[in-house]
């Protein structure tokens, strides 16, 4: 293989293919050997996995995960890089290279059809326009990944690693710390890319619990929740509760359940930790259902 991380050889292949970055795609590809190994390292994978790339580019750390693993399923949405990858990566027999969107791809019925539903591994250096999207649904549509290793904003690194009463802390925190454990692998300098971005970049792992650290009744109201606290950070618990459709309860209710809590009324969704908004929940759908029963 050409080791395409080496900037000279990524030049060479974009020059043959005449390849014109697209910045809607979020295209920065890696061209830092050092980078790439420890993105391998910390992405576990070995000889018996299958490893879902997500945007693999040129194809740079997909020859490297090919070195590793059994089966690569590498999804890239734009059609110039394609006949890139299938020259780049034409010497391995164990890649699949699918045309896609990553956000329409069906992953639960790839994972079935190709790895029996098993667990897989998941490895990119993501486009950050959709890092978010990209992540929650992994987790929320369940996919079966042990782990998920992936280059994102730094920023966004550090909102996934964050703690209660932190300015980083959100409900992207409080989502990914649901369903994984994340570790921050290394701080990336926009060197390391081409064309450099203009933001700072961090790999981070997130390995998946096996049970999630909290238990509720209702994980998809624990997301509204979530969700609705930090939609207006500024506001109190119970103010910004308050306009949540998905809660639909009245403003002495919510305060009760505070309450019932021993938070303060005029808290705020950035001071409660997971446990807490796990209790919450858990009391607001029995509010719901006392209401619901109440008035039937
Ligand atoms: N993996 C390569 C590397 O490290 O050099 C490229 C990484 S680049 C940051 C992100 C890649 O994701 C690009 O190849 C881009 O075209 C692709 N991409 C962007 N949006 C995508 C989407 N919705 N679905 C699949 N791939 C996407």
Same mark, same amino acid.
């Given at each position: ?11 060479? $292949? ?91 791809? @069906? ?48 920023? $966004? ?10 300015? @980083? ?128």
């Amino acid at each position: 293989m050409s080791d395409l991380v080496c900037p000279q050889n990524t030049i060479a $292949v974009l020059q043959k293919y005449n390849f014109r970055f697209q910045k809607k795609f979020g295209q920065n590809f890696l061209i830092d050997a050092h980078v790439m190994d420890k993105i391998i390292a910390a992405s576990g994978v070995q000889k018996n996995d299958f490893v879902l790339e997500i945007g693999p580019g040129i194809g740079t750390m997909t020859q490297y995960l090919c070195e590793h693993a059994k089966y690569v399923a590498a999804v890239e949405i734009d059609k110039n890089l394609i006949e890139i990858l299938h020259d780049t990566l034409s010497s391995y027999d164990n890649v699949e290279i699918i045309n896609e969107d990553i956000l329409k791809v @069906d992953i639960a019925g790839l994972v079935q059809e190709k790895n029996g539903g098993k667990p897989i591994k998941i490895a990119a250096n993501l486009p950050y326009y959709i890092t978010t999207p990209i992540i929650m649904g992994l987790f929320e549509n369940h996919i079966p990944a042990e782990s998920i290793t992936v280059m994102v904003q730094k920023e $966004v690194a550090q909102r996934m690693k964050a703690v209660p009463g932190t300015k @980083d802390y959100g409900a992207l925190s409080l989502a990914v710390q649901y369903y994984a454990r994340p570790q921050i692998i290394a701080n990336v300098p926009a060197n390391c890319f081409m064309p450099r971005p203009k933001v700072g970049s961090a790999v981070i792992c997130l390995t998946r619990h096996d049970t999630p650290p909290v238990h509720v009744q209702d994980e998809r109201l624990l997301s509204a929740v979530i969700r609705a606290a930090f939609n207006q950070r500024r506001k109190t618990l119970a103010n910004a509760l308050d306009h949540c459709t998905q809660i639909g309860l009245g403003k002495e209710q919510l305060q009760e359940c505070i309450q019932k809590m021993n938070l303060p009324a005029a808290v705020r969704g950035e001071e409660l930790t997971l446990e807490q908004f796990g209790m919450l929940t858990d009391l607001l759908d029995q509010h719901m259902h006392a209401d619901h029963i109440s008035l039937e």
